[in-house]
């Protein structure tokens, strides 16, 4: 499985076996599986209704055949295959334990649960049974890409800095190996879940290289679904756009990117950085965000949302430049009713200590807007306050903190975030409820101890 290794000294195959033995551990030996006739039975009738996807009634038969014949493995492994077809991944990752219990050496189990350790930051436990999985058993070659990526993710936690150097040189075969495997099976399904295993054990540089590989050698659905997947994984790799930019490019068709989830309507290359930047900008990657509606606007310059996006973007980055300035009043022009634009001029005004100015840009973007955001009402609250409005400020603030305790504000956030990772993104990097956290913890924070300090000001006048 290992090509010399690109060094001045040659580590050969046998010498990373030697090396793996290290992190394996002792080997454990399985003990003989005896069959009992009852337990059979019940534990093929299982098997008989899992294969037609009825997977509750299976679980009974499995059950069954592990009372029975309480040292066989293969209940266990009928029992973890069923729980996690009908979405209980906890009590499956259990089965998988109990299977290991049984049988240490099990192909199956050892990747498994040495993919969910690595996952769930159990560094040693997780080095051990990959390295022994990486030992004993020949697994496909997506299999392989993410045993790799997750036992190097664990040595590097570990600093067991001489595997992690001896993992280096085989990584691009071993990207190359699974592309390979998963062009040819063509299920957008598959590619899917790699690239979340990959992301879970935050490999993200190995799921871009892949995720671009398949991009230029797809079409259609799955080409859309690696499209719209790039930037999320880019943002989580703290990147500056340039992989996505170059990639999108790349991957244009004549009739434009199919981004998706509606890869039969293509976008324009434009529309295309800018939706990829308000990606971006969601995982909370300041630079590839700025970048990709830089390349936008490089494109087409007449779009309010990008060249207001790419203001409040710089401003929140740069504070208030002439740049902002420029882009945001253009924006005004174009769209001088929009809400959010408003509100964009009236912060600027703000940083500026232009108070008059930013007021009246605060309340137009408030009259305006019919669902005012706790943010749009925290900026009014800074700008009374400067502005040596006590009462207003405090409404302000207070109003801003009702709307973020109320009961439908959070939830409908976090469905909107779920909404995005499961049907939109297609992944995960983060769950809805840290993506809530990351947009809306600032604002909670800051309200509160703004609402406070003023309270205790006019409390003590």
């Known amino acids: 499985m290992l090509c010399a290794y690109g060094q001045s000294d040659v580590l050969t195959h046998d010498d990373f076996q030697e090396l793996l033995k290290t992190t394996a ?16 039975r019940a534990y093929i009738e299982g098997r008989h209704l899992a294969a037609r996807d009825q997977h509750g009634a299976a679980l009974a038969h499995f059950r069954n055949a592990a009372e029975l014949h309480p040292q066989a493995s293969a209940p266990w492994i009928g029992m973890a295959i069923s729980l996690a077809a009908i979405g209980k991944q906890p009590a499956a990752m259990s089965a998988w334990h109990e299977v290991l219990l049984r049988d240490p050496n099990n192909s199956q189990a050892l990747l498994i649960v040495g993919l969910d350790e690595a996952r769930r930051g159990n560094h040693e436990s997780a080095t051990t049974m990959l390295s022994r999985s990486w030992l004993e058993h020949d697994v496909m070659p997506e299999e392989s890409l993410l045993r790799f990526a997750a036992l190097r993710a664990s040595a590097s936690a570990l600093s067991l800095n001489d595997l992690v150097d001896a993992m280096d040189d085989l990584e691009m075969t071993l990207i190359d190996n699974a592309f390979g495997s998963l062009i040819q099976q063509g299920a957008g399904e598959m590619w899917r879940a790699v690239i ?24 259609h659905q799955l080409k859309g679904f690696l499209l ?24 244009m068709e004549p009739e434009g990117l199919p981004l998706g989830p509606k890869w039969y309507e293509p976008v324009s290359l434009a529309e295309g ?18 970048n990709l509606y830089r390349a936008s606007m490089s494109l087409f310059s007449e779009d309010p949302l990008v060249l207001n996006n790419l203001a409040w973007a710089l401003l929140n980055t740069d504070g208030p430049t002439e740049e902002v300035e420029a882009l945001s009043l253009k924006a ?32 137009r973007a408030l009259r305006g807007s019919t669902q005012p955001s706790p943010e749009l009402y925290e900026h009014m609250g800074d700008a009374y306050w400067q502005s040596g409005q006590i009462e207003p400020a405090i409404r302000a603030w207070s109003h801003g903190l009702s709307i973020m305790h109320s009961d439908d504000f959070k939830r409908n956030i976090i469905e909107g975030f779920a909404t ?3 049907s939109v993104w297609g992944i995960a990097v983060a769950s809805p409820e840290k993506l809530y956290d990351l947009e809306m913890g600032g604002v909670y924070e800051r309200l509160t101890e703004k609402l406070s300090k003023a309270q205790q000001t006019q409390s003590t006048e």
């Open 273 to 290: 950085y800018s939706m990829a930047a308000q990606s971006m900008s969601m995982i909370g990657d300041r630079l590839g965000t700025i």
């Open 25 to 40: 551990g002792q080997r454990l030996e399985s003990p003989p599986q005896h069959t009992v006739p009852a337990a059979a």
């Open 228 to 251: 719209t997947a790039l930037p999320v994984l880019e943002a989580a790799a703290q990147g500056d756009g340039q992989f996505t930019i170059k990639t999108y490019n790349e991957a």
């Open 420 to 422: 995005l990772n499961y």
């Open 332 to 363: 005004y022009e174009l769209d001088a009713d929009a809400s959010y634009i408003l509100d964009t001029l009236g912060w600027f005004y703000f940083q500026k200590g232009e108070m008059p100015q930013a007021l009246d840009f605060l309340v």
């Open 196 to 219: 979340q295993q990959l992301v879970d054990v935050q490999a993200y540089s190995i799921a871009l290289d892949l995720a671009r590989k398949g991009i230029l050698s797809s079409s």
